[in-house]
């Protein structure tokens, strides 16, 4: 059997993925690469064995997978990739109005729900759409984009063309930062996960450990990823180098219990114990070679 591990090509994921092909290679382990939503199906279908997959999606299928312990994605306050581009400047005003809904998430799609119902009392019509800013702001009143686009709009702050015909540049909300206004907690858009039937071989090929000291290694590399990693983006190296040092990928405690409130929101009868973690004596320390 080969063991296939789905990776995302978002500046995000780097860290974890800093020399874990090198590693797992000679063992036969092979990569896919796809959008959140695309590995959170493949893992789902059995096309893959491990992913880091939407949250949300995680808890759904709670009874299909185990999740790694002490890795995530996560923020306290804003994150700059999971962000709401509005042609109205008060959250409040979207009531009624359109939100186009990027397709490349789950977790963050459903963040948005909880916040319109949580924390604005408000009903926006969501259509979901191709994740291509400029489309969904010239047919919408409102668009929901992820990853490196986000980063890169927000940057940029670039004008859009209007429904109505006209240009500006849009109103922009963080997502993280509205969740932390609501809840004064880290939100943890995703986890590692792998599926139950396959995590025998995982800790067979010591997939935990690879993956440890990968994102060991890439935590002390962040300058080096940014660098490597601004030219594709076309963003400035210290944009990028910030974003990543503005993260948190250990899925602390409170990053827990973050997570956990979220979903009790966002998935009714949602109970803490239906995501089941790979007990931590099963996964060594990494052993980090000289840099």
């Known amino acids: 059997m080969t063991f296939k591990i789905g990776v995302i090509d978002y500046l995000n994921t780097q860290p974890f993925q800093y020399g874990l092909e090198e590693q797992l290679r000679p063992s036969g382990v092979t990569f896919v690469r796809g ?16 992913a880091p997959i939407s949250a949300y999606f995680a808890a759904q299928h709670a009874d299909k997978f185990f999740i790694l312990p002490g890795h995530s994605i996560s923020s306290l306050g804003a994150v700059k ?20 809904l990027t397709d490349h998430s789950a977790t963050s799609i ?60 849009p109103v922009i909300f963080d997502l993280g930062d509205e969740w932390l206004k609501l809840t004064s907690l880290p939100f943890t858009f995703a986890l590692w996960a792998v599926r139950r039937e396959t995590a025998e071989t995982l800790l067979h090929l010591h997939i935990p450990q690879a993956l440890n000291t990968s994102k060991a290694n890439g935590l002390t ?17 210290g944009v990028c180098r910030r974003y990543l040092y503005d993260l948190r990928y250990d899925l602390t405690e409170s990053d827990q219990q973050g997570l956990h ?31």
């Open 35 to 50: 959008v959140p939503t695309q590995l959170n199906h493949a893992l789902l279908a059995g096309k893959i064995d491990l």
């Open 81 to 100: 990739t999971v962000l709401l581009f509005s042609w109205r400047p008060d959250i409040r005003e979207l009531d009624g109005a359109t939100i186009a």
């Open 110 to 169: 459903n963040l948005l729900k909880v916040l319109c119902r949580e924390r604005y009392n408000i009903q926006p019509n969501f259509v979901t759409m191709p994740q291509n800013l400029p489309r969904m702001m010239q047919t919408a009143d409102a668009a929901l984009v992820i990853g490196d686009t986000a980063l890169v709009e927000g940057f940029y702050h670039r004008e859009l063309a209007r429904p109505d015909g006209g240009y500006g540049r």
């Open 221 to 237: 590399h962040l300058d080096t990823i940014a660098a490597t990693y601004a030219p594709t983006l076309g963003l400035p190296h």
């Open 261 to 291: 409130t979220f979903l009790k929101m966002a998935l009714p009868g949602y109970q803490p114990e239906s995501l089941i973690f790979i007990e931590p004596e099963y996964i060594e320390l990494p052993i980090i070679p000289p840099a």
